[in-house]
C-alpha cells in the first residue's frame, strides 16, 4: 500500500480495471460499504469531449451505518461523501485502486464528533486495500 496525502493506494499487477473493480466491490462488501455510484471517467471523456483516455473509474462507496453516524453528528457532512474509491489502468500494465482518506477529508470539518466516525471508516477502507 502506498500512501497519498489525501488517501492510499494499491498496484494490483495481475488484473485490469474491470477485474479491479469486481474485487474492490467484493472487499468494500465485506466491510460494509456499498457502491452507490459509478462514474466511467474514460467513457464521459470521450462522450463529452471527444478524448481518449486510459480507464479511470471513480466509485462512491457508502457505508449506512458511519454515514447515519456522521450526518447525525455534522448534518452537513454529506458534501463530503460518500467515500472515493478511484480505480484506473496502471501505466505499468494491471490496475491501481486508490481510497480518498477519510481522515484528511474530515480535517476540513471543525467538529470532534466526527472524528470516531473518521477512525472507523479508515480502518474498514484500509482493510479493504490490503485485503486486494
Known amino acids: 500500500m502506498d500512501e497519498l496525502r489525501y488517501g492510499f493506494q494499491r498496484r494490483l499487477a495481475d488484473v485490469n480495471v474491470d477485474q479491479a473493480i469486481t474485487r474492490v466491490?467484493?472487499?468494500?462488501a465485506r466491510?460494509?460499504?456499498g457502491v452507490l455510484t459509478r462514474i466511467d471517467v474514460k467513457e464521459t471523456l470521450a462522450k463529452k469531449?471527444?478524448?481518449?483516455v486510459p480507464p479511470y473509474v471513480i466509485l462512491g462507496a457508502c457505508n449506512p451505518k458511519l454515514a447515519h453516524s456522521a450526518i447525525s453528528a455534522e448534518p452537513q457532512i454529506g458534501?463530503?461523501?460518500?467515500c472515493n474509491v478511484v480505480v484506473q489502468a496502471d501505466p505499468e500494465g494491471g490496475a491501481?485502486?486508490?481510497i480518498a482518506d477519510p481522515k484528511a477529508m474530515f480535517q476540513v470539518v471543525d467538529?470532534?464528533?466526527?472524528?470516531?466516525?473518521?477512525?472507523?471508516?479508515?480502518?474498514?477502507?484500509?482493510?479493504?486495500?490490503?485485503?486486494?
Do not use: H, K, M, Q
Not at 79 to 82: A, D, E, T
Open 111 to 132: 467538529n470532534p464528533a466526527v472524528a470516531p466516525v473518521a477512525d472507523e471508516a479508515d480502518a474498514r477502507l484500509r482493510r479493504v486495500i490490503a485485503a486486494l
Open 49 to 52: 469531449l471527444g478524448v481518449e
Open 25 to 28: 466491490t467484493e472487499a468494500l
Open 31 to 33: 466491510e460494509g460499504f
Open 79 to 82: 458534501l463530503l461523501l460518500p
Open 96 to 98: 491501481r485502486v486508490s
